[in-house]
């Protein structure tokens, strides 16, 4: 069992960053893929990013690639979404999901472990 807690969300300006955070309970961490979702205001949640559980493969939808950077830190059972260069776009709740599959996911159904979400809001 693995329990996800997401933070670092919040109000920034359009061209401005953010670094959410998912920190996974559970001595497995380390054995999962994470990845990142994003629902925004009346849409389906989306796939934004991936990372296998070694942090050596990472996967990103188009509209992130170059913005956005996945990484994880398994001696502190934390992934992270580091978000440079937002747009009113990216304004959503993201939720951070863990999967014990090896190959990297970008469906949810390929995920087992699911946090709350973390509201991201990007102003224009």
């Known amino acids: 069992q693995v329990q996800l807690v997401e933070s670092g969300g919040g109000l920034v300006q359009a061209g401005g960053s953010l670094r959410l955070s998912c920190a996974a309970s559970?001595?497995?961490?380390?054995?999962?893929?994470m990845g990142w979702f994003r629902r925004a205001p009346g849409e389906e949640r989306e796939f934004v990013a991936a990372?296998?559980?070694?942090?050596?493969?990472?996967y990103y939808v188009d509209s992130v690639k170059g913005r956005f950077t996945i990484s994880r830190d398994n001696a502190k059972n934390t992934v992270y979404l580091q978000m440079n260069n937002l747009k009113p776009e990216d304004t959503a709740v993201y939720y951070c999901a863990a999967t014990g599959r090896v190959v990297i996911g970008v469906d949810d159904y390929d995920y087992d472990y699911w946090g709350q979400g973390t509201q991201v809001t990007v102003s224009s």
């Open positions: 559970g001595r497995t961490f380390s054995t999962y893929a």
């Open positions: 990372i296998n559980w070694y942090g050596g493969n990472t």
